[in-house]
Structure formats: C-alpha cells, structure tokens
C-alpha cells in the first residue's frame, strides 16, 4: 500500500497562498491522490482528487509531479475559516475492493 | 438534503456494556463505511461494507460488529470486547467502492467510564 508522508503542522497568512505538501513515493500507476479536511470535531470533509493532471475546483488547486511521487494542494486565498487539518491519501486497491487509509495529516493554523 | 446522519452525537456507557452507533444516509450511495479517531491522531478503518448484505473488517475490526441489511443504514456496535472504546467514531458513505469522493457524517463521541 502506497502511503503519504506529510509535515504534521504549517502557518499561513490570512489572504495568502497555503501550500500543503505531500510526499506519496511509493504510488503505484492506478492510484488516485485524494485530498480531505477535518475542522476540529467535525467528519472530515472531501476537497479535491487527481490521478495525473493538475486539478482545480472552487476550493483548492491539486499539482501532482511529473513523476507522481510528490503534491501540493493550494489554497490560493487562505481564510481563517481554511483552520484545519489536511489529509492527503492514496487511494488502495485491492481486488475489486478500495479503502481510503488515513495518516495524521497537517495542521494548517491561518493567522492575521 | 441529502446526507450522512451519526447519532447520537454524544455517548456515556458503563464498561462492559455494549453500545450501537447508529449511520444513516439518503445519498443513495452503495459503499459505507466506519472509522476511528483518537486524540491528535489520523482516521483509522474499522468496517466497511460495499453493498447490501457484505461487509469487511478494515484495519482495527477486532472489538466492533457491523450489519448492512439495509442500503441506507450501517449500524456498528461497540462490544465489551473492544479494550479501548472510549473516541470519535465517524462514518462516511461512497457512490461505489473505489469510486468517488467519501462524504462523511459529523461523527459520534463515545466515552466509556
């Protein structure tokens, strides 16, 4: 199983870029990038996936290297309410089963 | 709206008492799933069932029992087996396993004393 490694905290300005890295070296070819958010005692809530190609959407952008190994989802204009811990998963296969495992991720503080 | 449904939110047992969290969802997804976290820790599998009448042990089932009778309904029962019950349990449903983002709901808060 391809796992994630993350830095377990980081700071960002209110009104900056939040750029959240993630290291997954041992991914395999059919496996997606998923990223999540947790803000404090809520269920985590989804943001944005990729297999490849960058992706963005209304939250947040998703850059996946060239080589797979590495990403960097950004929060263009983080807000206070942008607080939270940040899960960066691989997605598992195994048969015709798939289950998203879940590390500690990074507490993202966004301050004034 | 459509959604995921955890209750009760808040939970106080007895040890060696059995307690059942109830997970309801109208998404009309197939795949559900349940989860435990810890203090400062990440989310950790317990079950997850991709259709009606199926389900498999994740990475920490020993302790817990599921049912899936219904499509909508995944209910996990806390034995007095499982020797550290006391977390935030979260469950969370899919469109298809393997497929599609999870959707999850605002979790339930068990406290074993």
């Known amino acids: 199983d391809a796992k994630t490694t993350q830095p377990p905290s980081m700071d960002c300005a209110e009104g900056r870029a939040a750029n959240l890295p993630c290291n997954h070296s041992t991914i395999s070819g059919n496996e997606y990038v998923y990223w999540y958010r947790q803000i404090h005692s809520q269920g985590p809530q989804y943001i944005i996936h990729?297999?490849?190609n960058n992706e963005t959407n209304e939250m947040a952008s998703l850059i996946i290297t060239e080589d797979r190994k590495s990403s960097t989802l950004i929060l263009p204009h983080a807000t206070l309410r942008d607080t939270a811990v940040y899960y960066c998963?691989?997605?598992?296969?195994?048969?015709?089963?798939?289950?998203?495992?879940f590390g500690t991720g990074t507490r993202l503080q966004v301050t004034l | 709206d459509g959604g995921i449904t955890q209750s009760p939110k808040y939970l106080f047992r007895k040890e060696g008492q059995n307690v059942t969290l109830s997970c309801e969802q109208n998404?009309?997804?197939?795949?559900m799933y349940w989860y435990r976290q810890d203090p400062g820790q990440g989310l950790r599998l317990i079950y997850y069932?991709?259709?009606?009448?199926?389900?498999q042990k994740g990475d920490i089932a020993e302790g817990y029992s599921v049912s899936r009778e219904k499509k909508e309904s995944f209910p996990l029962t806390v034995t007095s087996a499982q020797k550290n019950p006391t977390a935030f349990y979260l469950c969370?449903?899919?469109?298809?396993?393997?497929?599609?983002?999870?959707?999850f709901g605002e979790g339930s808060r068990l406290t074993v004393l």
């Open positions: 069932s991709q259709i009606v009448n199926d389900f």
């Open positions: 990729g297999l490849k």
């Open positions: 969370a449903s899919s469109i298809g396993q393997g497929r599609g983002e999870l959707f």
């Open positions: 998963i691989v997605r598992v296969r195994t048969g015709t089963a798939s289950k998203l495992t």
């Open positions: 998404l009309n997804h197939d795949a």
